[in-house]
C-alpha cells in the first residue's frame, strides 16, 4: 500500500544568504555525475513490504535549502539528492555565504549525494554499513524551518519508497518520531539531507522525507549510502565512533558540530531560463 509523504525541502528559507551567493555567481558550472549500482544480472534486495510515496514538488525542482555533513577531512560531504537535484548551481554555508561546489555525485539507487570536492572540515562523521534492530533510538540532525534541530526517533524497519513519477524504489529506513530539541511539531522541510545517527555514534542513513499527519522520518538505507561512498573512491577518514550516553549527549554534540561547520546548510539554486 502507497504512504502519501513530503520531501524535506523548505521553500522559503534562507533567503538571504542564497540572495546574497547568486548575486556574485557566474555562469553555472556544476559537474552532476550519476551512479547507479543495480542491473539484471545483480538485483539489489527490496527493502521491504510497506511503500511510500513521496510527493514531487509541483513544478519540479527550485531554490531550495537542505542540510549536509562532513564524511571526510579533505572537503568530502554527503546530502540527499533530492536536494543537488536539477541545481544549476549548489553551495554549502561557509562564514555566513553560500560557497559554490563544482561537482556532484548523485546515486540513481537511493536518494543519496556525495560533493566530493567541498570546503574542509576540520572532522568527519564516521558511517555505519549495516541497520540497527527494529526498536532502536536515532538521533536526527538538520535544519527544519531553517533553523537547527535535534529529532528523537524509533526506528519501526526497512521499507521502499518511491518518489513522484520517477518509477524507482528507492531502500529507506522508516523511523517513528519521538520528540524534537527544540520543542515544535511543525513540518520537517530542511532537515533534508542531514545525517541520522545510531546510539553507537554512527550515521546509519540520510534524512530523505517526512510523513507530518503519520510522525514518520524516511533515511536512505545505510548499505545504499555506503554503495555510493564507496563508488565515490573520495572517503578515506576512518573516524572513531563514540556511543551516545543519551539524549543530553546527543544535543550537546550536535551542537559542537555546529560550532565547528561538520553539519551545515546546503544551498540549491536553479536556473529559470531569464538570466540575470
Do not use: K
Not at 536536494?83 to 556532484?104: D, F, I, K, N, Y
Amino acid at each position: 500500500m502507497g504512504r502519501g509523504g513530503c520531501g524535506c525541502l523548505p521553500w522559503l528559507l534562507g533567503l538571504i544568504l542564497l540572495l546574497a551567493w547568486l548575486g556574485e555567481m557566474q555562469a553555472p558550472s556544476l559537474q552532476v555525475e550519476q551512479y547507479d549500482p543495480r542491473s539484471p544480472r545483480r538485483p539489489l534486495p527490496r527493502g521491504g513490504e510497506e511503500q511510500y510515496i513521496i510527493e514531487d514538488r509541483p513544478g519540479g525542482p527550485a531554490d531550495a535549502m537542505g542540510t549536509a555533513f562532513a564524511v571526510d577531512r579533505s572537503g568530502v560531504w554527503m546530502t540527499a539528492e533530492h536536494v543537488t537535484h536539477g541545481c544549476s548551481r549548489v553551495g554549502l554555508e561557509q562564514r555566513g555565504r553560500a560557497l559554490e561546489v563544482p561537482r556532484v555525485i548523485e546515486s540513481r539507487e537511493s536518494d543519496a549525494a556525495i560533493i566530493p570536492r567541498g570546503p574542509r572540515s576540520p572532522a568527519a562523521l564516521p558511517l555505519r554499513s549495516g541497520a540497527p534492530s527494529p526498536g532502536s533510538t536515532g538521533y536526527h540532525m538538520g535544519f527544519p524551518a531553517g533553523e537547527p534541530t535535534l529529532v528523537l526517533s524509533e526506528l519501526i524497519g526497512r521499507a521502499e519508497a518511491r518518489r513522484g513519477s520517477s518509477g524507482i524504489d528507492q531502500p529507506v529506513l522508516v523511523w517513528a518520531e519521538r520528540g524534537r530539541l527544540p520543542e515544535g511539531d511543525g513540518t520537517l522541510s530542511g532537515i533534508s539531507g542531514g545525517p541520522v545517527f545510531s546510539t553507537d555514534g554512527r550515521v546509519v542513513g540520510i534524512n530523505s522525507a517526512s510523513t507530518d499527519r503519520r510522525g514518520r522520518i524516511l533515511t536512505v538505507a545505510p548499505d545504499a549510502m555506503m554503495r555510493l561512498t564507496a563508488a565515490s573512491r573520495a572517503v578515506g577518514d576512518q573516524p572513531v565512533a563514540y556511543p551516545f550516553a543519551g539524549l543530553t549527549d546527543a544535543q550537546e554534540r550536535f551542537a559542537n558540530w555546529l560550532d565547528d561547520g561538520v553539519i551545515r546548510r546546503i544551498f540549491c539554486d536553479v536556473d529559470d531560463g531569464r538570466g540575470g
